[in-house]
T-cell receptor
Framework: ETGVTQTPRHLVMGMTNKKSLKCEQHLGHNAMYWYKQSAKKPLELMFVYNFKEQTENNSVPSRFSPECPNSSHLFLHLHTLQPEDSALYLC?????????????FGSGTRLTVV | KQEVTQIPAALSVPEGENLVLNCSFTDSAIYNLQWFRQDPGKGLTSLLLIQSSQREQTSGRLNASLDKSSGRSTLYIAASQPGDSATYLCAVDLASGTYKYIFGTGTRLKVLA
């Protein structure tokens, strides 16, 4: 167990569905991140939360809606997705600039939009 | 804009070889650099974290070096094993702005038994 837990591991959803991805960390980190990994592309940063406040939204479409109720939990709410949104969604946490830096990643959620 | 490049994109070597993976970045003003390993369909596992003030870090058979002025880092793997087969990613954090990593496209390594 890496210390960052993502659920579910796999998700298949239709374009009209609403679903949520969950990320949880118990490392005492204060920053959490969502990344998208598509085939043959570098990891794309989606959102950054620092002390529960969103500090970065990397021009992500509004069909992706993040939520960070506390420093240990991060959600990604999904609605009316497109097939091109199929990818591996990775959550990470860090101490940010409060510490030495460095990320700890979860195992990811493999999302397929049909 | 920070860009991170990894060369080669793919590498296939026989077991036992020592090998070097390269990472270059365009903006030398970085906070730190981290090397990760990713197995197919899985998340990323941290290998080594190098602070901007450091020149290298070592863990077991792995050694990572950092040359900020030239915008380069190398990951050296000694006596490679089939279990080392994976994609290796480097990521850098700019020294200013929101703390976040910019990733390279990775090097896909296959070690043949």
């Amino acid at each position: 167990e890496t210390g960052v837990t993502q659920t579910p591991r796999h998700l298949v959803m239709g374009m009209t569905n609403k679903k949520s991805l969950k990320c949880e960390q118990h490392l005492g980190h204060n920053a959490m991140y969502w990344y998208k990994q598509s085939a043959k592309k570098p990891l794309e940063l989606m959102f950054v939360y620092n002390f529960k406040e969103q500090t970065e939204n990397n021009s992500v479409p509004s069909r992706f809606s993040p939520e960070c109720p506390n420093s240990s939990h991060l959600f990604l709410h999904l609605h009316t997705l497109q097939p091109e949104d199929s990818a591996l969604y990775l959550c990470a946490s860090s101490q940010g600039r409060e510490g030495p830096g460095g990320y700890t990643f979860g195992s990811g959620t493999r999302l397929t939009v049909v | 804009k920070q860009e991170v490049t990894q060369i080669p994109a793919a590498l296939s070597v026989p077991e036992g070889e020592n090998l070097v993976l390269n990472c270059s970045f365009t903006d030398s003003a970085i906070y730190n650099l981290q090397w990760f390993r990713q197995d197919p369909g899985k998340g990323l596992t941290s290998l080594l974290l190098i602070q901007s003030s450091q020149r290298e870090q070592t863990s077991g058979r792995l050694n990572a070096s950092l040359d900020k002025s030239s915008g380069r880092s190398t990951l050296y793997i000694a006596a490679s094993q089939p279990g080392d087969s994976a994609t290796y990613l480097c990521a850098v954090d700019l020294a200013s702005g929101t703390y976040k990593y910019i990733f390279g496209t990775g090097t896909r390594l296959k070690v043949l038994a």
